[in-house]
């Protein structure tokens, strides 16, 4: 079973200055005119760390949600050089947090760590969009679902609040690469994953998951008929109002 909603979520990574609010303003401005479709899309930008306050209160009343793209994995406050923890990410005013980003997973983040943000990150009312995904190697020697499945269990607990959790595949392989999963590998694993989900949180409710690796505003049209896709999450073209506004137009005309 799908969502209604569509997820649109934009990872900008080491990308922004003060300025560059004039690209999501611009998002902001034809969300709100096109009044056909933005009942059914939910959208969401992480800018860096540096920019999560005053953007959070520029679109504190429209429409863009304002998320964090990773936090420390202690929480409060603490003798960590460079660290922000979740507590102050949510003081000035983020709503969203990405945990699990292959970047970060990549530079050391473990499981152990993984679960500690998440949970911390929940403790604070943000709502979290868990990375997970497989590497070329995962991939060529059929180990996708298994990965897939340990990143999971090895995380998410069923105490957690899910109504606040999004799951974000993004196979490594396609992250920035201009690769895309095959229509029918892609479905076959949001459904995988969706199963996961439900025995590790056993009620009735529909899991968040979106795919996210090179998706542009021409490969998006293949992404339509899967509606067990529940949205995205976009790197590099997120950052260009014009490249994430195809995105959206292209995905529903
Ligand atoms: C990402 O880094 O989360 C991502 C999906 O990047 P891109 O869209 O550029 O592949």
Redesign the pocket.
Known sequence: MANNIKYFIG?W?MFGVPKSISILDKINKFIKSDKKFNKKYKIVVTPPHTLLQSYSKFFLKKIISIGAQNCYHKDNYGANTGAISPLMIKSVGAQYIIVG???NRSEGDTDAMLKSKVENSLNNKLKVVF?IGENKEHKLNNKTFEVLENQIKNVLEEKFNFNNIII?Y?PIW????GQIPEADDLLKTTIFIKKILKNIFKKKYLPVVLY?????GKNIKRFKKLNEIDGF??????KSDKNFIDIIKNYYR
């Open positions: 990872n990574k980003h292959s970047d990375c974000a993004e396609s992250i920035g690469t996210g690796g090179s998706v542009d999450l976009i790197g590099g073209a997120s």
